[in-house]
C-alpha cells in the first residue's frame, strides 16, 4: 500500500457510486491515471477492492483506518504554517472540538495558521477543496493518524457514520 491508496479509496466513498472512471477519478485527484491504476491493483490485492477493482470493501478499509492507518502512515505536527485545516480542525470534528492548537495541510492559500500535517498524497488539500465529502473524509483520517484518544474515538465513530 502506499498513501496515495488511501485517497483513492476515499474518493470513491465520496462519489457515492461504483459506476466510477479512472480518468476523471484521476484528473479529480490531480493524479496520474497510471498512478490510479496502479493504486486500484494494489487495493485489490489488499482486499479493499472487490474482484472487479469498483467497489470498496467498506468494512475492511474501515478497520484498516481504526487499526492500521496511524502504524502504517503516521505523521507528526510539524512547524507552523498556513494552510487549509485538518484533523480536529476541520469539519465534522471541530464542530464538536474547540481547541487552540490546529493542524493544517501546508497550503499556499490556505486562511489558518497551524501545526504542519503532511497530506497523504501531496495533491489531496487541491482535492479537499473541490468535494467537500473528500475533504471530511481526508481530515478525519487525519485525526486517526496524529490525533489523542479523544480525537481518535470521535473520528472512527464519525468514519463509521459515513463509510459502512
Known amino acids: 500500500m502506499k498513501p496515495q491508496d488511501i485517497v483513492v479509496l476515499l474518493k470513491i466513498i465520496a462519489l457515492g457510486n461504483d459506476n466510477w472512471q479512472q480518468i476523471p477519478l484521476a484528473q479529480s485527484l490531480r493524479m496520474s491515471q497510471s498512478e490510479v491504476s496502479q493504486s486500484v491493483a494494489r487495493s485489490k490485492y489488499a482486499g479493499l477492492l472487490d474482484h472487479s477493482g469498483k467497489r470498496v470493501m467498506r468494512l475492511a478499509l474501515m478497520d484498516f483506518l481504526q487499526y492500521g492507518i496511524a502504524v502504517v502512515f503516521p505523521v507528526k505536527p510539524g512547524?507552523?504554517?498556513?494552510?487549509?485545516?485538518t484533523a480536529h480542525s476541520a469539519a465534522p470534528l471541530n464542530e464538536v472540538i474547540s481547541s487552540g492548537e490546529h493542524y493544517v495541510w501546508p497550503f499556499a492559500t490556505g486562511q489558518v495558521r497551524g501545526q504542519a500535517i503532511v497530506p497523504l498524497y501531496k495533491s489531496a488539500p487541491q482535492a479537499a477543496l473541490e468535494d467537500q465529502n473528500l475533504?471530511?473524509?481526508?481530515?478525519?483520517?487525519?485525526?486517526?493518524?496524529?490525533?489523542?484518544?479523544?480525537?481518535k474515538n470521535l473520528a472512527i465513530e464519525e468514519?463509521?457514520?459515513r463509510i459502512c
Open 159 to 161: 468514519l463509521k457514520s
Open 135 to 151: 475533504y471530511a473524509l481526508l481530515a478525519l483520517t487525519d485525526a486517526l493518524r496524529a490525533g489523542k484518544a479523544r480525537e
Open 79 to 85: 512547524s507552523v504554517v498556513r494552510g487549509l485545516p
